[in-house]
């Protein structure tokens, strides 16, 4: 399906997109992962990963404690995910899982959210301003994530190996990965992303992946980080399937929201 029908009909589909994308693997037309086609619907490529070596990398669960969506520790008191994984699911009944490396035990801590906060202008992740800051309920134990320089530009360069984390789905149609994994992919040019997605805004968004596919993020990854060393480039925010030839990943441009990010991270005062 090309991306301007993927639109349309995501737009048709109107306000149920996030919670779509994100919880009814049979809804293949919107702008999330393709979970339809073989072995496709999966991190790709990717092997078990270590909150050793990512201890900022957390998931987040709904109502019914099933993880969602993928996200990341910017301070004591927050994580940032895609702002359609926000939208997906009521504040009072998202949590926050961190320091749990399989979904199986009970490892870490598991925090509620305070307060929502939602990109200025986010209407659906292929418009951009696919980004959400959570403000969780208590102080998180982990080690936080590096932001880049707002509108550092150095960060992106073109081939820079990134490592994309998340207990996103696993195979078609089946469970999510109940391990932490990750891949490595290297960031595409802005005028290969064009080329390859017209909705691709170099502003808002950056694109990762090798051009035959094979190693990327997938349904359930959403929210999760696209790191080099430690600092957070981007969040992953859709893709025209998963791991397809010519079709990257799109991640939000975390440098274009490093302000808007700090400003929400930024640890409560308690006696002003
Ligand atoms: N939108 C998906 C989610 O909600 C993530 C899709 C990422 N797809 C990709 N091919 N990188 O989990």
New binding site residues.
Partial sequence: MSVKSRRSLLLASGALLAVA??TVPVVVGT???DPGSGNQARIVGGEKASLGDHPYAVFLTDGGGNQF?GAVIVSSTAVAT?A??AKAVAKQDIRVVAGREDKRTDDGQVLGVSKVWISKGYSD?TQGDDVAVLTVRGQLDYRPAKLPGSDDTSVYATGTKATVLGW?RVADGGARSDYLRSVDVPLVSDSECSADYNVYNQKTMVCAGYPEGGK???????GGPLVVGDTLIGI????????KAG?P??YTRVSAYTDDIEAQARPRTLFP
């Avoid at 992953?236 to 791991?243: A, L, P, Q, T």
């Fill in positions: 994308a994100v702008a999330s992962a969506c895609a359609h994984c992740p996103g990327d993020a997938c349904q359930g990854d959403s992953v925010s859709f893709g025209d399937g998963c791991g079709k990943g799109v």
